[in-house]
C-alpha cells in the first residue's frame, strides 16, 4: 500500500529547509516511492543536454528538481505554512484542514 502523504498534487507549498527556503510553488508531481515531490519555480538544476530534434541547439536548461517532502509545508487559503490533519465533513467525506488557523478551515 503506498504511504499516505501531507501533500498532494496541486497543492501550493512552501518550502522550510535547504537551498530553496522560503520559495513558493505549486507541485507538479509527487514520487511516493522516493518521498519526494517537484515543485514549480523551486529547486532549480541546470541540465546539459545535446542536440537532437526536439532542441536542435542544445546547451544548458534550466529544470526543477525532486525535493524531500519534509522540507514542505502545505500553505492553507490565507497565504500560511501550516500542518494538516484529516476530518470528517458533514457528507462523511475524508478532508484535510489547516491546523494553523483557528477555523480549521478546509484546505482544497
Known amino acids: 500500500m503506498p504511504t499516505k502523504l501531507h501533500i498532494k498534487k496541486g497543492d501550493t507549498v512552501k518550502v522550510i529547509a535547504g537551498d530553496s527556503k522560503g520559495q513558493q510553488g505549486k507541485v507538479l508531481k509527487i514520487e511516493t516511492k522516493k518521498l519526494r515531490a517537484i515543485v514549480e519555480g523551486v529547486n532549480m538544476a541546470s541540465k546539459h543536454t545535446k542536440p537532437n530534434a526536439s532542441t536542435p541547439q542544445g546547451g544548458i536548461v534550466k529544470k ?18 501550516t500542518r494538516t490533519g484529516r476530518k470528517l465533513d458533514s457528507k462523511g467525506k475524508l478532508v484535510r484542514f489547516s491546523k494553523k488557523s483557528k477555523t480549521q478551515e478546509e484546505i482544497k
Open 64 to 81: 526543477e528538481a525532486p525535493i524531500h517532502i519534509s522540507n514542505l509545508m502545505v500553505v492553507d487559503a490565507k497565504g500560511m505554512a
